[in-house]
């Protein structure tokens, strides 16, 4: 019996989860609160931005978090604040910070 399309879907769906990076080091959202002391001027404890030209990155997923860090530590992703901020953070420091932003429930509110 060949699977249905939703099925084929979602085993597709599921490959690409299970082929996506896991994050090296076990995270620690708690530990992730306390290092987020050094990004709060700009992101917020809470994640939501408090200089206009930082993005609101609180409830963003762990993995995607956990790439944008290491992009900008690598050089992948360049700017002139974050580069300089991710290339002393260890892959346990950005694991522990994407955790603590993803744990972070938001809500949207759209327009009328
Ligand atoms: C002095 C201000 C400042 C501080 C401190 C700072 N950031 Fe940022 N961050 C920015 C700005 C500005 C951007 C937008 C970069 C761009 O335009 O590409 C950014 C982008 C990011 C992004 C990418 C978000 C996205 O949606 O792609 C992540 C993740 C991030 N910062 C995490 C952190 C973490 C974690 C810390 C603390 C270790 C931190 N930042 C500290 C200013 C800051």
Request: proline fraction near 5%.
């Amino acid at each position: 019996m060949t699977a249905k399309p939703i099925t084929r879907l979602l085993l597709g769906l599921a490959a690409a989860a299970a082929a996506l990076p896991a994050p090296a080091a076990a995270a620690d959202a708690a530990a992730g609160r306390q290092k987020a002391r050094q990004c709060q001027t700009c992101h917020g404890l809470d994640g939501i931005a408090k200089i206009p030209i930082a993005p609101h990155i609180a409830g963003e997923s762990q993995i995607y978090l956990d790439t944008q860090l290491k992009a900008f530590r690598s050089g992948k992703r360049e700017h002139e604040i974050m580069s300089v901020i991710a290339k002393d953070l260890s892959d346990a420091d950005i694991a522990d910070l994407s955790a603590w932003y993803a744990s972070i429930e938001i809500t949207a509110t759209m327009p009328e």
